[in-house]
């Protein structure tokens, strides 16, 4: 017990992936109380995922920690408050609303681009090492804040990236505490918490008050058509809206950066892909299309696919019964505890040949639904941004490989993974970014 519990400290995703392959499809912990499951197999996996808003529920120590940082949003939420608040949400993230904004993404990244790599950086010229997370985190800030909120966060990017990171940080420490004391204790993990709750909620509702003026100022009467006019037109509190706003921010921005980040160290591992890309990339005719990029860019798509199931930035997820369920043919009670975790599962050599090869042709031209593939969940708590942060990921990539080459430097070594909201690389992502001539 006490060996787990170290392991699971030290590092959460060796330990699930060795009792993984010691026990398989189901793993039972030895703990206290209710049973704690971890599943790895796709069927239980489906299952629970697709029946996830009526049979489970999100109260588990992931989520209750997240609540801590962005308040009970719709992430974090459970029935009856979940479906209301993603009806309210949904209009943002419709096909037709998200590809009239192709443009703005593309616009968002070149953005980035010059801000943080400079017209000419020297660091390209000389053939120095980038760091390519900070440059991907820029830009996950800057499209959520154009796109749902209408709204240039670059003005609250340090404060919001401070707080996303310390409530990533105090997640991650927090749920792994085997003996969660009450949160009134002043444990370093629960005041990082506070902090970053205290500085997202300052941020958001400075940019809630700011839509609410400047509507009072034009005579509304609606809000808007983003997502955050759309939640103060469905009568939600500033304080729910705040939940939302930050939600949104927290699970948007940083799992589309450490997504981008992989799949650049992917492709500069691999240039032979990233010809492929680059070249489909030249061919396009038109701007990227941030819906239908798999027909329009079918290399960058399948490379993004295959991206997320090496490196999915959910790299867990929990549930609890709300009733006595049966999984792997055996009953278990109420209250059982129920962790999944795409990483694990993507890499099992069971459901993938040479799981870990970077193999984008896995996907090429074909659907992403696999049973043991889950980067964005499944059912009815499928990620609402998924088309938002596939098409965002394959424009970004087109900007960034139609002007760039991306190279591993001399003596690459792999970053080591670190565990956050998202699973990102330890000490940012360098690489080299060569300037394409002709
Ligand atoms: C839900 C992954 C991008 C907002 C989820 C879930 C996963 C996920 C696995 C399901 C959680 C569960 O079942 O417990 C990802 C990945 C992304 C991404 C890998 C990028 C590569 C985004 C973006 C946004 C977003 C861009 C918004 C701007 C949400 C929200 C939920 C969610 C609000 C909760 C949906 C609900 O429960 O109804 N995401 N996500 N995500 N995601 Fe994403």
Not at 25 to 47: I, K, M, Q, S, Y
Not at 114 to 139: K, S
Not at 226 to 246: K, M
Not at 255 to 264: E, I, K, M, Q, S
């Amino acid at each position: 017990m006490l060996r787990a519990v170290a392991g699971i400290r030290r590092d959460p995703i060796a330990f699930l992936t060795r009792v993984t392959d010691r026990h398989g499809d189901v793993v039972a912990f030895p703990v206290p109380g209710p049973p704690a499951l971890l599943l790895n197999d796709p069927e239980d996996v489906t299952r629970v995922l697709r029946t996830a808003s009526r049979s489970w529920t999100k109260d588990t120590r992931q989520w209750a920690a997240l609540t801590e940082v962005v308040g009970p949003g719709l992430l974090a939420s459970d029935q009856p408050a979940w479906i209301t608040r993603r009806r309210a949400a949904a209009p943002a993230f419709h096909h037709e609303r998200l590809q009239a904004l192709g443009a703005d993404v593309a616009a968002a990244a070149d953005d980035a681009i010059a801000t943080h790599l400079g017209a000419d950086d020297p660091r390209v010229a000389a053939g120095e090492t980038v760091d390519v997370a900070a440059l991907t985190h820029r830009i996950g800030l800057d499209v959520v804040g154009r796109l749902l909120f209408s709204q240039d966060l670059s003005g609250h990017a340090r404060s919001v990236l401070r707080a996303s990171s310390a409530g990533s940080d105090a997640i991650v420490r927090y749920g792994q505490s085997m003996v969660p004391l009450p949160r009134w204790v002043p444990t370093p993990a629960h005041l990082r918490l506070r902090g970053a709750r205290r500085r997202l909620t300052a941020t958001t509702a400075t940019i809630i008050d700011e839509r609410r003026a400047a509507t009072d100022a034009r005579g509304g009467p609606s809000y808007g058509e983003d997502l955050l006019g759309l939640l103060l037109d469905a009568g939600l509190t500033d304080s729910e809206v705040g939940d939302e706003l930050a939600t949104m921010v927290v699970a948007g921005h940083e799992t589309v950066a450490a997504a981008l980040t992989w799949t650049l160290m992917l492709l500069a591992e691999h240039p032979e892909v990233q010809e492929q890309v680059a070249t489909e990339v030249a061919a396009l005719p038109g701007p990227p299309p941030l819906i239908g990029g798999a027909q329009a860019l079918p290399w960058t798509r399948a490379a993004i696919d295959e991206a997320l199931r090496l490196y999915p930035p959910a790299w867990v997820l929990s549930r609890r019964a709300r009733e006595p369920v049966t999984l792997a043919g055996r009953e278990f009670g109420a209250g059982t505890l129920v962790i999944i975790s795409p990483y694990v599962l993507q890499r099992r050599p069971q459901h993938w040949p040479d799981p870990l090869r970077f193999d984008p042709s896995r996907f090429l031209g074909r659907s992403t639904r696999h049973p043991a593939y889950v980067p964005f969940g499944d059912g009815p708590r499928l990620c609402i941004g998924r088309e938002l942060a596939l098409g965002e990921m394959v424009v970004v990539l087109a900007r960034l490989l139609s002007r760039f080459r991306v190279e591993v430097p001399p003596g690459w070594v792999r970053p080591p993974y670190e565990i956050g909201a998202a699973i990102h690389p330890r000490g940012g992502m360098p690489l080299v970014l060569r300037e394409r001539v002709g």
